[in-house]
């Protein structure tokens, strides 16, 4: 999906959801390693495929928390899953950090980071940011073609 800034104004679904799973986690360094840990047992009854994406972008989502949202040792990151009805999946993960504006990657294609969001546009089927208080980015990812 090309960046719209409309994506980053879209509520989340309002699609119903078969199976919502939700986890609080420490943020710091090891915030993504533990992600990764839940995601791998929460999200075991996704196709292999769908399961990868979602493991790498839940864990940029989470690095990014940690970077740019402030979630250190003593803050809490959520995480939350939800099976949509199509087969789809829906993401959402909170942190203590106060928004962003997202703007389009400006750096050079070889430097180093920056590429979490690019791949949630890429990746993603819809996706959105949010703010009270908590800062929450949430995606959306469909059942792969074939």
């Known amino acids: 999906m090309a960046y719209s800034s409309q994506a980053i104004h879209l509520q989340p679904p309002v699609t119903t959801t078969r199976k919502r799973l939700r986890?609080?986690?420490a943020g710091g360094n090891r915030a993504?390693?533990?992600?990764?840990?839940?995601i791998e047992s929460a999200a075991s009854w996704l196709p292999s495929e769908l399961e990868s994406t979602l493991l790498l972008l839940v864990c940029e989502l989470?690095?990014?928390?940690?970077r740019?949202?402030?979630?250190g040792e003593d803050s809490v990151i959520e995480l939350e899953l939800g099976a949509l009805d199509d087969g789809g999946v829906m993401v959402q993960v909170t942190d203590p950090g106060?928004?962003?504006d997202h703007a389009p990657?400006?750096?050079p294609l070889d430097e180093e980071g920056g590429w979490g969001l690019v791949l949630i546009e890429s990746m993603a089927e819809?996706?959105?940011?949010?703010?009270?208080?908590?800062?929450?980015?949430?995606?959306?990812?469909?059942v792969p073609a074939g």
């Open 105 to 107: 990657r400006d750096q």
């Open 98 to 100: 106060a928004g962003f």
């Open 32 to 38: 993504p390693e533990r992600a990764r840990s839940w």
């Open 68 to 71: 740019h949202g402030g979630a």
């Open 23 to 25: 986890i609080a986690i």
């Open 62 to 66: 989470v690095n990014n928390a940690v």
């Open 126 to 142: 819809r996706w959105g940011v949010e703010h009270e208080g908590r800062t929450r980015v949430w995606f959306e990812l469909a």
